[in-house]
């Protein structure tokens, strides 16, 4: 990455890409280099602190661009501002970034630097996990799930004729972080590669639980909006007393503050009362807890009522209110203010990709996407934490065609790893130093 080459940054769910992109986002700026932190979905953006790609490049909600729309977008002065004033441009979850959304910001980029490069010139870091949940496509509802086999390329970005002529070096991290269990590692690894068998499941059995065994404090993950609605719902209005109701604040145009709501795991009016099972949406900046921590809600204090949490771990924790802030150049362009809670009775296995958990039940039996049972699981850290209501059988299937893309990625990145081995040390710090001097930056 510090040698300016574009990066395919892949491995499994907790090899720390995110941790490697958020040191190299703190290198670069520590150099004086502002990088356009991006994701594929509202959700991750708000994990990595960036704007949605299709907010960033100003291809919005289109599936596709003529020339007059390239024009018009160059024309947008902020996005012209933002895309010729950029040097490295960051895409988290590019799993879930359709291969024709990945074209279009390809030719805004190389439109609006007015250069022929891929992306204009920029330095692309993609990052993500293809195994993990793949883009919704048009019309993608009205085929069977079979036919899609036949449309991999078409379907993930790298297919793209973006990707290909970018020519990323794969940089395959190929350390777990996440599980430290043995026997859940080799289930993971067996669901990863399509050798999902009985001598994995027996460990799931062991698992398997009725809804009314299903531990407290956890919680729940399930396939469906409509099930964690109604979940969180009834399990708030069993507790007694009032709900103390949080409205979120916001501040800048109102596109900008949509698209933050979009990807704030936190709701618009978070309804909480002494009991509530709750889940923090975000780090805290001085470590106290992280995004997935788990806690009970003790009670409420001061004027305006902070709620005041205690964690799984015990710990007690006096809840302050949180900004998510969507920047660019180091301007704040908008700004919401929510206290970083959300009702943790149950959760979409969606909106849990990113998290760590202790323990989590799930409910798989209405998984209907490939690799979204692998995202459930993976969430976990350890067999011993895992609940299950039930499954079926998609739940242990990833694509099959994204299991030899990923061979592939290994392959390839074993051999970029080597070819970067031979290079001399001092030729790879005068690259580096190189590409900082072209970013405009200085290296102390």
């Given at each position: 990455m510090k040698s300016g080459a574009n990066i395919f940054l892949t491995g499994e769910p907790g090899s720390g890409k995110t941790h490697t992109i958020n040191w190299y986002v703190s290198y670069l700026r520590d150099c004086g280099?502002?990088?356009?932190?991006?994701?594929?979905?509202?959700?991750?953006a708000t994990h990595i602190g960036g704007m949605t790609i299709h907010s960033w490049?100003?291809?919005?909600?289109?599936?596709?661009?003529?020339?007059?729309?390239i024009d018009n977008i160059a024309a947008n002065k902020p996005v012209a501002k933002r895309i010729s004033g950029a040097s490295v441009l960051i895409i988290d979850e590019i799993s879930m970034l359709p291969p024709y959304a990945l074209d279009m910001v390809d030719a805004v980029c190389r439109r609006v630097r007015r250069n022929p490069e891929p992306f204009g010139g920029l330095q692309i870091i993609l990052v993500g996990d293809f195994f993990q949940l793949p883009p919704i496509m048009k019309a993608q509802a009205e085929k069977p799930q079979a036919s899609l086999l036949n449309?991999?390329?078409?379907?993930?970005?790298?297919?793209?004729?973006s990707w290909q002529a970018a020519e990323p070096i794969v940089c395959y991290l190929r350390e777990q972080y996440r599980q430290d269990d043995k026997d859940f590692l080799k289930l993971l690894s067996a669901i990863r590669e399509n050798k999902f068998g009985e001598q994995h499941l027996v460990h799931l059995r062991k698992r398997k639980i009725e809804y009314n065994q299903a531990p407290k404090g956890l919680p729940k993950l399930y396939s469906h909006n409509i099930d964690v609605d109604r979940v969180n719902s009834e399990m708030l209005a069993k507790l007694p007393g009032k709900s103390n109701a949080f409205e979120m604040t916001t501040q800048g145009a109102r596109p900008l503050v949509d698209t933050l709501i979009r990807g704030c795991l936190s709701p618009e009016i978070l309804e909480l009362k002494i009991g509530a099972s709750v889940m923090f949406t975000k780090n805290s900046s001085k470590g106290v807890y992280a995004n997935g921590t788990l806690g009970t809600v003790q009670g409420f204090v001061g004027d305006d009522g902070y709620p005041i949490v205690v964690t799984?771990?015990?710990?007690?924790?006096?809840?302050?209110?949180?900004?998510?802030?969507l920047e660019e150049g180091g301007t704040t362009l908008a700004r919401i203010t929510q206290f970083p809670l959300r009702l943790a009775w149950a959760i979409t296995v969606h909106k849990s990709q990113g998290m760590s958990l202790d323990g989590a039940?799930?409910?798989?039996?209405?998984?209907?996407?490939?690799?979204?049972?692998?995202?459930?699981?993976?969430?976990?850290?350890?067999?011993?934490?895992?609940?299950?209501?039930?499954?079926?059988?998609?739940?242990?299937?990833?694509?099959?065609?994204?299991?030899?893309?990923?061979?592939?990625?290994?392959?390839?990145?074993?051999?970029?790893?080597?070819?970067?081995?031979?290079?001399?040390a001092k030729e790879l710090k005068k690259l580096q130093k190189d590409f900082i001097k072209y970013c405009g930056g200085s290296i102390s």
């Amino acid at each position: 990455m510090k040698s300016g080459a574009n990066i395919f940054l892949t491995g499994e769910p907790g090899s720390g890409k995110t941790h490697t992109i958020n040191w190299y986002v703190s290198y670069l700026r520590d150099c004086g280099v502002q990088p356009a932190i991006t994701a594929s979905t509202g959700i991750a953006a708000t994990h990595i602190g960036g704007m949605t790609i299709h907010s960033w490049s100003g291809i919005g909600i289109k599936t596709e661009l003529n020339k007059r729309d390239i024009d018009n977008i160059a024309a947008n002065k902020p996005v012209a501002k933002r895309i010729s004033g950029a040097s490295v441009l960051i895409i988290d979850e590019i799993s879930m970034l359709p291969p024709y959304a990945l074209d279009m910001v390809d030719a805004v980029c190389r439109r609006v630097r007015r250069n022929p490069e891929p992306f204009g010139g920029l330095q692309i870091i993609l990052v993500g996990d293809f195994f993990q949940l793949p883009p919704i496509m048009k019309a993608q509802a009205e085929k069977p799930q079979a036919s899609l086999l036949n449309e991999v390329a078409a379907r993930f970005a790298y297919g793209s004729a973006s990707w290909q002529a970018a020519e990323p070096i794969v940089c395959y991290l190929r350390e777990q972080y996440r599980q430290d269990d043995k026997d859940f590692l080799k289930l993971l690894s067996a669901i990863r590669e399509n050798k999902f068998g009985e001598q994995h499941l027996v460990h799931l059995r062991k698992r398997k639980i009725e809804y009314n065994q299903a531990p407290k404090g956890l919680p729940k993950l399930y396939s469906h909006n409509i099930d964690v609605d109604r979940v969180n719902s009834e399990m708030l209005a069993k507790l007694p007393g009032k709900s103390n109701a949080f409205e979120m604040t916001t501040q800048g145009a109102r596109p900008l503050v949509d698209t933050l709501i979009r990807g704030c795991l936190s709701p618009e009016i978070l309804e909480l009362k002494i009991g509530a099972s709750v889940m923090f949406t975000k780090n805290s900046s001085k470590g106290v807890y992280a995004n997935g921590t788990l806690g009970t809600v003790q009670g409420f204090v001061g004027d305006d009522g902070y709620p005041i949490v205690v964690t799984n771990s015990g710990q007690r924790v006096v809840v302050e209110p949180s900004d998510w802030l969507l920047e660019e150049g180091g301007t704040t362009l908008a700004r919401i203010t929510q206290f970083p809670l959300r009702l943790a009775w149950a959760i979409t296995v969606h909106k849990s990709q990113g998290m760590s958990l202790d323990g989590a039940v799930m409910d798989l039996s209405s998984v209907f996407e490939f690799g979204q049972g692998y995202v459930a699981l993976s969430r976990v850290r350890r067999l011993s934490g895992l609940h299950l209501l039930g499954w079926n059988q998609r739940a242990f299937e990833v694509h099959p065609d994204i299991v030899a893309k990923d061979m592939d990625f290994k392959t390839t990145s074993e051999s970029d790893l080597a070819t970067f081995a031979k290079k001399p040390a001092k030729e790879l710090k005068k690259l580096q130093k190189d590409f900082i001097k072209y970013c405009g930056g200085s290296i102390s």
